[in-house]
């Protein structure tokens, strides 16, 4: 009896174990996932201040270049080393890879996709309005009007906005939502429910915004991105809505900035 007891015990235990040490695994990536891609792009910004700061003390003229021209270039660089660093790093190190299934890259753009994207917008346009709404009540000192900082400004020629254009509404949202909706929820909801990658990605993607407003804004567009990506299984319902929503940002910050306060009074 003592024997037969021992066994059964034994081999409980393993199983106990292995089920122990799968969750801890699992709490590993949930905290270590939103943290690399925060790294990836904190690293890339700094590998590109060192370079700019190591072409200037060998007499590179940044200041004669125009502005437009540099921040697109610099938002560009940026952009694709994040991407390089956060999804190329792992496997170059450890060979730790990246499906086109965990991206969302799996297809072209769908009919589905240009379907859902007015849908998603109508969706996001509501939840803003109610969240900022619900945190100006309870937080009233928060700025709602603050203009956000997109790294342009004092656009005056016709290619300055075409950068300006291209920056924001289309390279902006192919590589955030690989990055976001791709990379970093499509490797959350291998290991979290739906609803808890939906969370984390919306908050790191808010946080990395800066500004209270904008935060709340755009956390509010990722929990309806992150549903269009479990919908579809792809990414690309979400950067059509991306840009969609960025264009109509570019119209209000460059286009015609007069036309808010115009209906206001």
């Not at 952009?79 to 999804?87: A, D, F």
């Not at 909801?189 to 946080?207: G, N, T, Y």
């Not at 407003?213 to 299984?233: K, P």
Request: glycine fraction near 6%; aromatic fraction near 12%.
């Amino acid at each position: 009896m003592l024997a037969n007891f021992l066994n059964k015990s034994s081999a409980v235990r393993p199983d106990a174990q292995q089920e122990s040490n799968r969750r801890r695994s699992q709490l590993l990536l949930v905290i270590a996932l939103p943290v690399w891609v925060l790294a990836g792009f904190g690293l890339a910004q700094a590998l590109l201040v060192a370079l700019i700061t190591g072409l200037r003390s060998i007499g590179v003229p940044f200041e004669t270049v125009n502005p437009s021209v540099l921040n697109a270039v610099i938002a560009a660089v940026i952009y694709v080393l994040s991407t390089v660093i956060v999804i190329g790093l792992p496997w170059w190190i450890k060979k730790y890879s990246t499906t086109k299934q965990e991206l969302g890259l799996t297809r072209l753009p769908s009919w589905l996709d240009i379907g859902l994207a007015p849908a998603g917008a109508v969706v996001y346009l509501i939840c803003s309005v109610a969240l900022l709404a619900a945190v100006n009540a309870f937080i009233p000192g928060i700025d709602m009007n603050q203009v956000q900082e997109t790294g342009f400004s004092n656009l005056s020629y016709r290619y300055e906005y075409i950068l300006a254009f291209v920056t924001l509404i289309i390279v902006a949202p192919v590589f955030e939502e690989m990055l976001f909706r791709g990379y970093l929820y499509g490797k959350l909801r291998k290991v979290v429910s739906v609803w808890l990658a939906v969370i984390i990605v919306s908050i790191l993607f808010a946080a990395i915004h800066g500004q209270w407003n904008v935060a709340l804004d755009v956390f509010a567009l990722s929990i309806v991105l992150c549903s269009l990506r479990e919908m579809t299984g792809s990414i690309w319902a979400g950067v059509l809505l991306h840009m969609a929503k960025n264009s109509l940002a570019f119209y209000f910050l460059f286009v015609n900035p007069d036309f808010l306060r115009t209906i206001g009074g």
